[in-house]
Each structure stands twice: as C-alpha cells, then as structure tokens.
C-alpha cells in the first residue's frame, strides 16, 4: 500500500521533469501502481485509515509523486452531495490530454495544496473553469471526459505534475492574493 513515505517532496528533481507517455497495453508493474493510487486516495479519505495510516488526505495524486516519471494519474473526487455514495469523478487515467477549454477561468477560494508540499502557500491559482480530457483507462479503453468545477480543477493540478509543474508556479508572485480580471471563485 502507497503511504505518506513513497511520496516525494518539493525539490525532488523527479517532480520537475516531463513524464513520459505510458505505453498500452499498461503493465502489470503500472496496472498495480495506478490500482495501488486510486486505493491511497480512498483510503485517505477513510477518517480510520487516515488516521492509523498518518495519510494526508487527498483527492488526487500523480505518478511522479511516488517518483515514477510517466503520465498516469488518479483522481477521486467525492460526491458534493452528502446522501450520494457516487463520487462525483473517480478513476485512473492515463496519457490524459486536455483536448479542449473554456476560456473562463476559476479558482479555489482557499488556494491549492499538495501532498509533495509541507507548507501552506496561499495565493490564487487560476485553472480552466471547464475541460475536455481524453484519457486511456486501465484497460486501455479510450475516454473523453467534460469536467466542470472541483474535478477540472483537480484534473489540471495533475496534469500539471506530468509536466513538473506545482501549483504555486502559477500563483503572481507579485500579488498572489489579487483576484486577476475575468476569474471567478469556485463555489462563490
Ligand atoms: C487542491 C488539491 C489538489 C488538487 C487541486 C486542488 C490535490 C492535492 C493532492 N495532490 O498533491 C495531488 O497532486
Ligand atoms: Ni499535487
């Protein structure tokens, strides 16, 4: 099982490359690794296993953060709404590619954070309000995903990491709190 110790912090040159693409059909050795995400992430939203694991919780994370440099991600986003079981996006993708973008822009109200980051860094991060991805699933099945809102906004910090890229590189370091022209606040 991934724990907090197989993930790698800032400054790890492994977060600052550019993953390479994941060949299909995926094997076994990535079929286990992206299983073995996805379960990290359930399991850190489990409030037991959280706590007797030491687990941040998290709603995604990518393959360079436990220092395997190919393009492969797992996202798992809860349902917003608290009756429903059904997360709202849940699922490993692979080779993901935003095909396609809203020109609005949103942000989280409370900025982002990061399991390879053990430091608050406040700041607005600003992401595409909606997206097309395209992705391979486990299976090597083809997808084509439009996201909206928390999820879009989880995808793109994933995406990011594929591409060394950490969510404060987008924060205005000049004015990291200012809410730039044409941007809205998520959930605002
Ligand atoms: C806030 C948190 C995340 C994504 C977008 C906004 C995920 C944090 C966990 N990760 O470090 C995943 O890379
Ligand atoms: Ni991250």
Excluded: W
Aim: charge should be negative; glycine fraction near 6%.
């Amino acid at each position: 099982m991934i724990t907090m110790d197989d993930i790698i912090r800032e400054g790890h040159p492994t977060l600052r490359k550019i993953a390479k693409d994941v060949k299909l059909p995926l094997t076994q050795e990535l079929v286990q690794l992206a299983e073995d995400m996805l379960q990290f992430l359930k399991n850190s939203q489990d409030p037991e296993i959280a706590e007797k694991f030491e687990l941040r919780g998290g709603v995604g994370i990518a393959a360079p953060q436990v220092n395997v440099s190919s393009r492969l991600l797992a996202v798992h986003v809860p349902s917003s709404d608290e009756e429903s079981d059904e997360p709202e996006f849940s699922g490993v993708l692979i080779n993901p590619k935003i095909i396609s973008h809203s020109v609005q822009q949103t942000c989280l109200p409370d900025g982002e954070g990061c399991l390879s980051v053990d430091r608050e860094v406040p700041g607005i991060v600003p992401r595409h309000k909606r997206i097309t991805v395209e992705y391979y699933d486990i299976d090597g099945i083809k997808h084509k995903e439009r996201l909206r809102g928390y999820p879009a906004i989880v995808v793109q910090h994933e995406i990011d990491h594929l591409n060394g890229i950490m969510f404060y590189d987008r924060i205005d370091p000049e004015n990291p709190l200012a809410l730039p022209d044409g941007i809205d606040i998520l959930g605002a």
